[in-house]
Nanobody, 115 residues
Framework: QVQLVESGGGLAQPGGSLRLSCAAS????????MRWYRQIPGKQRELVAS???????NYADSAKGRFTISRDNAKKTVYLQMNSLKPEDTAVYYC?????????WGQGTQVFVSS
């Protein structure tokens, strides 16, 4: 069974940095694209960044130039390095992959950006 476990969230000051991690199991990790989403209460979940099995990346406009998605296939882990954080980055961040016909999600990790 596919499992995704996020970690690394917490409190950061505006302008600060956090690195989120998502450890995957139950799949041949290197074969699958991975995504980071975020959700603010009362709003739809939005795609932040994605990385293909071959390492090609894509970012939401809000993340470009500040966030970097990467993957370590040996560790079956995908990362989201977030720099120059803003209060509007406050959200629950979720790791996601599409495995066969099913979307799999982690439990989420809370990021709170405030002075």
């Amino acid at each position: 069974q596919v499992q995704l476990v996020e970690s690394g969230g917490g409190l950061a000051q505006p302008g600060g940095s956090l690195r989120l991690s998502c450890a995957a199991s139950g799949l041949t990790f290197s074969n699958y694209a991975m995504r980071w989403y975020r959700q603010i209460p009362g709003k739809q979940r939005e795609l932040v960044a994605s990385i293909t099995s071959g390492g090609l990346t894509n970012y939401a406009d809000s993340a470009k130039g500040r966030f970097t998605i990467s993957r370590d296939n040996a560790k079956k882990t995908v990362y989201l390095q977030m720099n120059s954080l803003k209060p509007e980055d406050t959200a629950v961040y979720y790791c996601n992959t599409l495995y066969g016909p099913l979307d799999y999600w982690g439990q989420g990790t809370q990021v709170f950006v405030s002075s």
